[in-house]
């Protein structure tokens, strides 16, 4: 079965610093993953995917994210982090049959900015 | 459009209350899930349908039932509620279950209490 870990609970950064943000996969096939940030009190809103191609993903909100097969890696960075990113990020894998119908989430990393 | 709708936000229900969560959606979608957030847990699979008329179990359906009379609704309903039910959920819609290709959009979700 897939699984998605997600080794940091919270992480805190200062305003402007770079961020990254780590998730680890298991899957015996090619994985389809997927990076989620929910705002407090919010759902959760798609900041990007992966499933082919460029092992390098470009998201929304200045958004990044590297699949690195060796690793079973695909963490998320930022190179200049607002205040208003302040929210918990989930990383998530694909998985079923073709139709690739469900999700699997990690349980979250809360991300907490500083002034 | 609203997107994804979910009533109520807020719920308290005493143990073996039966309640029914409301989720709806306007953009046509086919797909549609449910989700559980717990603490520590991320999110995890109650139950998906694929269109009108069809249902499926997802990582944890036990005490939950679904249907799908039409496209625009997706209710899960309690039907004796458990203090181990204590949980966020939310509601999620996509065109279809290839979620590769497809966003799956979220709703806002419910915040449920089993006293």
């Known amino acids: 079965a897939q699984s998605v870990t997600q080794p940091d609970i919270h992480i805190t950064v200062s305003e402007g610093a770079s961020l990254e943000l780590r998730c680890n996969y298991s899957?015996?096939?090619?994985?389809?993953l997927f990076w989620y940030v929910q705002s407090p009190g919010q759902g959760l809103q798609l900041l990007l995917k992966?499933?082919?191609?460029?092992?390098l993903v470009q998201g929304i909100k200045g958004f990044e994210a590297e699949f690195k097969r060796s690793q079973s890696s695909f963490n998320l960075r930022k190179p200049s982090v607002h205040w208003s990113d302040a929210a918990e990020y989930f990383c998530?894998?694909?998985?079923?049959?073709?139709?690739?119908?469900?999700?699997?989430f990690g349980k979250g990393t809360m991300l907490l900015v500083s002034p | 459009n609203a997107g994804v709708t979910q009533t109520p936000k807020f719920q308290v229900l005493k143990t073996g209350q039966s309640m029914t969560l409301q989720c709806a959606q306007d953009?046509?979608?086919?797909?549609m899930s449910w989700y559980r957030q717990d603490p520590g847990m991320g999110l995890r699979l109650i139950h998906y349908?694929?269109?009108?008329?069809?249902?499926d179990q997802g990582e944890v359906p036990n005490g939950y039932n679904v249907s799908r009379s039409t496209t625009e609704d997706f209710p899960l309903r309690l039907l004796s509620a458990a203090p181990s039910q204590t949980s966020v959920y939310f509601c999620?819609?996509?065109?279809?279950?290839?979620?590769?290709?497809?966003?799956?959009?979220f709703g806002p979700g419910t915040r449920l209490t089993v006293l």
């Open positions: 999620a819609s996509s065109y279809s279950r290839h979620l590769l290709t497809d966003t799956q959009y």
């Open positions: 899957y015996g096939a090619t994985p389809y």
């Open positions: 992966y499933f082919s191609g460029d092992t």
């Open positions: 998530a894998v694909a998985a079923g049959n073709s139709g690739y119908s469900t999700l699997t």
């Open positions: 953009m046509n979608h086919e797909y």
């Open positions: 349908s694929v269109g009108a008329g069809i249902t």
